[in-house]
């Protein structure tokens, strides 16, 4: 290789100094920057100072094991390729270590010309995923890439830093209705509530965040700072779940000022008694919503299943309604029928008066949208009493 051209920058971990030496010259002779460490706990430090491409760790090391190093890694990258060796191998070690994210275990001896591809490999499929997660942020996708460990942990600090933010919602002659609630997450791994119920979903914890969601705002509402009718949004799957039936639970107590938002984005055809359940929502007191109207592919089987007392229209229909003659017909039409079957009829992402005066005249009964006002946290004084 050319000289002065580092093949990425790699961690070696080892209590054996021989080993750390051999494995540290080896890696430094076949074009790579190495940082050798003599335990787990240095090889964090190392690792929160500077920028890796690659960590090749002992397992069993004093002070902080390669197990130990490798959860470490996965609490501040979810990317970063770990590979573990080790001179006694263990079946419980080896799932352990897939369990947490490893890239390989390995078993020692190693040779030369395996250690070095190795540190390759690992080099080349980290540079990947980084390469992979940038183009999911370009395109507008969510950002889960990396093993399911290290989502695990980015998902539990979310769920422990989780807060909501409201936005409000207005009557079409501006008297303030309510707020809808929406999820929020100060873990940077989930840069949008979008990235946070893709995870969710991926590690089958849909029910931890609905009920954290729900408990959040059941705490608001007792605190008497939010004023109105509280727009939650439920995933399908939480119909299943019993805490969101229990008239127990913390939102349950507030449920005849809570809407219960379902997308159309989602599918119901999962859900065993959709009916039954939804009934049983509605005599505890709750409202029930459809979201994103005009999004998704639900359609009279929804509206059947669901009975909606409220309609949120996409904003993608209500996006320069007043220069649209064609959404103010498929908004006027909408409206007409909705109100026609009693149910209210809200047009979501109003964000100029045009558009505002547009949804208006189109029969929109609610407003919602940056025109305004953005979501944010609650403050020390109830927001937007009607």
């Known amino acids: 290789m050319n000289p002065g051209v580092s093949r990425g920058r790699v961690l070696v971990a080892d209590d054996e100094p021989g080993l750390l030496e051999l494995y540290s010259e080896l890696l430094t002779e076949a074009g790579f920057a190495v940082t ?13 100072r500077d ?16 197990l130990g190093l490798l959860s470490g890694v996965r609490e501040m990258d979810l990317d970063l390729p770990v590979v573990l060796l080790t001179g006694t191998p263990s079946v419980q070690t080896a799932v ?5 994210g490893a890239l390989q275990y390995l078993l020692k001896p190693i040779s030369a010309t395996s250690l070095v591809e190795v540190a390759d490999r690992a080099v080349k499929l980290g540079a990947l995923a980084r390469i992979k997660r940038e183009a999911l942020v370009a395109m507008g996708f969510d950002q889960l890439v990396g093993d399911r460990a290290g989502l695990e942990k980015a998902f539990a600090r979310a769920l422990n830093t989780l807060w909501m933010a409201y936005q409000p919602i207005i009557h079409a002659d501006g008297r303030p209705h309510g707020h809808e609630a929406l999820v929020r997450t100060a873990e940077p791994a989930f840069p949008n509530p979008g990235a946070l119920l893709a995870a969710a979903e991926r590690l089958g914890r849909l029910p931890d965040l609905g009920r954290a969601i729900r408990r959040a705002v059941a705490g608001h509402l007792a605190s008497g700072m939010l004023a109105g009718s509280a727009f939650v949004n439920l995933h399908p799957l939480d119909l299943r779940d019993p805490d969101t039936l229990d008239p127990g639970a913390p939102l349950a107590r507030f449920a005849s000022r809570v809407v219960l938002e379902i997308t ?27 979201d994103d109207l005009g999004a998704g592919y639900a359609g009279l089987n929804s509206f059947a299943k669901l009975t909606p007392d409220v309609v949120k229209l996409d904003m993608a229909l209500v996006r320069g309604l007043d220069r649209e ?7 006027g039409s909408m409206a007409s029928l909705c109100r026609e079957m009693g149910m209210l009829v809200v047009a979501e992402g109003v964000e100029t008066e045009a558009e ?6 189109a029969g929109c009964d609610l407003l919602q949208g940056f025109l305004f006002g953005r979501p944010a946290r609650i403050g020390a004084e109830p927001v937007a009493k009607p």
């Open 96 to 100: 352990e270590a897939i369990d947490r």
């Open 264 to 290: 159309e984005r989602a599918s119901l055809d999962d859900i065993p008694d959709v009916r039954d359940r939804i009934d049983s929502l509605r005599k505890l007191g709750y409202g029930i919503a459809i």
């Open 325 to 331: 003659p064609l959404k103010q017909k498929l908004v």
């Open 356 to 361: 505002r005066e547009a949804a208006v005249r």
């Open 51 to 66: 920028a890796h491409d690659a960590v090749l760790s002992d397992i069993r090391m004093p002070d902080m094991d390669g």
């Open 36 to 48: 050798a460490c003599r335990d787990g706990r240095a090889a964090l430090s190392a690792l929160r």
